[in-house]
């Protein structure tokens, strides 16, 4: 069983940056997607960005102002947030594809707060 612990979240101004981590405690396949969703009040859980190999895929709303990337070396994900609005406040989560001989897993991290604050 593979936990995902995220780190990084916490209060800043409109227009600042954030960088979140998330870390799994046991093997990820580099083949395998290291995600990143958010769910704000109210609202459904949503992709933010994702990462397979080196080849990435963002949302509309942070194309150009997030940018994630991983380390297959130490099985993370980070997400690097710049020019952060208030609607990029959201619970975000970690997500990870495991890929096993027998099939596919999905494992999720706890959520890490990013508030925006004008």
């Known amino acids: 069983q593979v936990q995902l612990v995220e780190s990084g979240g916490g209060l800043v101004q409109t227009g600042g940056s954030l960088r979140l981590s998330c870390a799994a405690s046991?093997?990820?396949?580099?083949?395998?997607?290291m995600a990143w969703y958010r769910q704000a009040p109210g609202k459904a859980r949503e992709l933010v960005a994702g990462?397979?190999?080196?080849?990435?895929d963002y949302a509309d709303s942070v194309k150009g102002r997030f940018t994630v990337s991983r380390d297959n070396a130490k099985n993370a994900v980070y997400l690097q947030m710049n020019s952060l609005k208030l609607e990029d406040t959201a619970v975000y989560y970690c997500?990870?594809?495991?890929?096993?001989?027998?099939?596919?897993?999905?494992?999720w991290g706890q959520g890490t707060q990013v508030t925006v604050s004008s």
């Open positions: 997500h990870a594809e495991g890929l096993y001989a027998w099939g596919r897993v999905d494992f």
């Open positions: 990462i397979t190999g080196t080849s990435t």
């Open positions: 046991g093997s990820i396949s580099p083949l395998s997607t």
